[in-house]
């Protein structure tokens, strides 16, 4: 049974944030991007300014082209090449950023450093009107909404059947991606995404106009995302140092604790937060410390001290 | 030899209460299909005539097997009294077999089994999905239309349309005109229910009842006709819907679309020439195409015919063909007509049905779908933090 993929209708701050790989096994299987805000893609729909497409490597004639779709959350690398001669057509005919619709398959690049970042293979780059821009970015603000409403509906009942769930009126696949995400991703911060739509209906009412382009990336034979630039953190404060002193007792007690001597993340984040520390202040001193090269987390999910 | 056994006499029963008991029964029922044919019985290699078919009373059809039956006067239609039948039972369902020892003789219309409505089940077009019978429906005229239709050498007039209750859409076909009128507000029984091309459809024949009741609940027409668009996703878990609506992007012209040919006698695309059924024909011109409508949660095929073609293309066959004289290219056409559709938002209303491939819309109408930007954007400013509540 090989029935086509939908094309969720997603923004770029959703791409953006979306780190996991869902492997089909087998042959000819499809594979997915699991969002932290309830998508399971292999195919997507984005809208946005498209600036003009640049060839990519040294093949003459050019056999790959570049471009980038900017929404109102955030900017989407979109690429088609030979093997998608309508998109790659549609990409090279504009010579200045203009409203387009893309649809295409998602493809996950982890530079180096392991550094995610996902990008667009085009199959339709469709130049559109900007009342056609806005009209589907109306459509993927209220499908991110509904899937943001399922998330949290989940994570407050997690006991609620798929059945249930389907007679409200949830998509069996919106179902699936949402127990994906929340499993995935169980400290993604949700609530900053749904504020972050604020700027797309602004851009759906026309209260603002298309996003500001930024310049196209520049020609190159392979994609090296530039790992952020180490910030010259501020010491933290008294409480941050109480936070890590806290963090490291835990994870000794944690690993003398387990069989394989490691402090499972996840049950650490439990225990810090049952001791008051929030999520964000429990993030920020795990970062300090992984950075200082106190503790270590060669297993995902799994720390020890170095 | 056995001792023979005291002789029960067969119980009379309905067809919808056979079970392979091993006691001989009596049934009264109509003959709906029959099929003659000789078999050799496997012990002497002797070859037997053998009438099978289908019998229905209804309250059930079942199959049928009669040994050695009259050479002539069975027909199709005809009510028969057999008394002795034996039943078996065949892949979990009973049938009855007529042997020398069963005697079967004609019967009147009076004589089938009475059924009172009210002793039939009542059922929601939900629950019409696989062939039934024996049951009663109370639903909603929605839409009806006559339509000729060549039986053989005989030409019918059928009444399609729709049934709806709160349930559900279900298409019908009947066979005798019971002047349905859409609006009405109906109680059928003797009706049932066969699988047609993948769809569910009701079919009234003479032999169903149909009364007019109070409307109580049951769907407007128009609430029906006009339903808003469904999600994709939520439809994949049914295997057929009527009259659904759906919108969503235009994301792939499947080939092959815009001017095609045709085979003179079954309409199907020729390739080439050859028409997979009739060989080689000389094809006639049309316009068509086959495109995939996604609306983020699932996707659907839609087939439009020539008109809503040359609407959405906005290319009239004449002109299609002025152009390919022009240019004698058929995939310029081609992508001339993806330009025009792909990336569109369109709203379809038709009936789906699902294979191994995924749904399929037959459209009644489609058109562009338009977003009311200032209401959307009000809704969606309605569910983000800070908004007034």
């Known amino acids: 049974m090989t029935v086509r993929e939908p094309a969720w209708k997603v923004t770029a701050r959703e791409l953006e944030a979306t780190t996991e790989e869902e492997r089909g096994e087998g042959e000819r299987v499809a594979s997915y991007l699991v969002s932290p805000f309830g998508a399971r893609m292999n195919r997507v729909l984005v809208a946005g300014m498209l600036t003009p497409a640049e060839p990519v490597g040294r093949d003459e004639p050019p056999t790959f082209w570049r471009a980038r779709l900017t929404d109102p959350t955030a900017a989407v690398v979109v690429t088609a090449g030979t093997f998608q001669p309508r998109a790659a057509a549609q990409l090279r005919s504009a010579t200045a950023p203009r409203p387009a619709l893309v649809v295409g398959k998602l493809h996950l690049y982890r530079g180096r450093d392991g550094a995610p970042q996902v990008s667009v293979r085009a199959e339709v780059a469709r130049s559109v009107s900007e009342i056609e821009e806005r009209s589907a970015l109306a459509e993927v603000g209220r499908q991110s909404l509904d899937r943001l409403d399922l998330l949290e509906r989940l994570e407050r009942l997690p006991a609620t059947s798929d059945e249930e769930l389907r007679t409200a009126g949830f998509p069996a696949v919106w179902i699936r991606a949402a127990r994906a995400a929340l499993q995935r991703y169980p400290q993604a911060d949700r609530a900053a995404f749904r504020s972050g739509l604020k700027s797309l209906v602004r851009r759906v009412a026309g209260d603002l106009g298309p996003p500001a382009v930024r310049p196209g990336v520049p020609p190159s034979v392979t994609v090296t995302p530039v790992p952020p630039a180490p910030v010259a953190a501020p010491p933290p404060s008294q409480e941050g140092r109480a936070d890590e002193a806290a963090f490291l007792d835990l994870v000794d007690e944690l690993s003398d604790g387990s069989v394989d001597g490691y402090a499972d993340l996840r049950e650490l984040l439990q225990r810090i937060a049952a001791r008051g520390v929030g999520a964000g202040r429990a993030e920020a001193a795990l970062d300090r410390l992984e950075e200082g090269g106190t503790i270590e987390e060669p297993i995902v999910g799994k720390l020890r001290r170095a | 030899m056995s001792t023979p056994e005291p002789a029960a006499p067969p119980i009379e029963l309905r067809l919808r209460d056979l079970t392979p008991a091993g006691v001989p029964v009596e049934v009264v029922a109509r003959i709906v299909t029959l099929e003659r044919r000789e ?3 496997r012990a002497d290699g002797v070859r037997r005539p053998l009438l099978s078919g289908l019998l229905s009373d209804g309250t059930a059809t079942v199959r049928f097997s009669w040994w050695d039956p009259p050479r002539e006067g069975i027909e ?8 002795g039948a034996e039943v078996r039972e065949f892949r979990g369902r009973p049938e009855l077999v007529f042997s020398w020892k069963t005697r079967v003789g004609p019967a009147g219309e009076a ?12 059922r929601a077009v939900r629950d019409l999905r696989q062939p039934v019978e024996g049951f009663r429906l109370e639903a909603r005229v929605v839409r009806t239309a006559p339509r000729a239709v060549s039986v053989g050498e005989e030409q019918r007039i059928v009444h399609e349309g729709l049934l709806a209750d709160h349930s559900g859409t279900i298409a019908f076909t009947s066979w005798s005109d019971f002047g349905l009128k859409a609006g009405e507000a109906v109680r059928i029984t003797g009706a049932y229910v066969r699988l047609f091309r ?3 459809q009701f079919v009234l024949d003479e032999r169903a009842t149909v009364v007019r009741i109070e409307a109580g609940g049951l769907p407007e027409p128009a609430q029906v006709l006009r339903a808003p668009p469904r999600l994709l996703g939520e439809l994949d878990s049914e295997a057929s ?13 499947l080939p092959p679309s815009g001017l095609v040919y045709r085979c003179p ?6 390739a080439g020439g050859i028409c997979r059924v009739h060989g080689e024909v000389t094809g006639v011109a049309d316009l068509r195409a086959r495109f995939v409508i996604d609306d983020g949660t699932g996707t659907v095929t839609v087939a439009t015919d020539r008109a809503a073609t040359e609407r959405l293309w ?8 002025r152009r390919l004289r022009d240019r004698p290219d058929p995939s310029l056409l081609e992508e001339s007509l993806a330009e025009a559709l792909v990336g569109r938002r369109l709203r379809a209303r038709g009936s789906v049905v699902r294979d191994e491939w995924g749904l399929h819309l037959t459209p009644e109408s489609i058109e562009a779908a338009e977003v009311d930007l200032d209401t959307a954007a ?3 400013a309605r569910r983000l933090p800070g908004a007034p509540r």
């Open chain 2, 39 to 41: 078999v050799a019985r």
């Open chain 2, 76 to 83: 199709r239609g005809e009510i028969v009294r057999a008394v």
């Open chain 2, 111 to 122: 004589e089938l089994p009475r059924i009172a409505p009210e002793s039939l089940p009542l």
């Open chain 2, 198 to 200: 993948g769809r569910p």
């Open chain 2, 241 to 253: 819907a009527e009259a659904v609506a759906v919108e969503g992007t235009v994301v792939h012209l």
């Open chain 2, 265 to 270: 006698t079954c309409r199907r695309v020729v």
């Open chain 2, 314 to 321: 906005n290319v009239t066959l004449e002109e299609a063909r």
């Open chain 2, 378 to 380: 009000e809704e969606l």
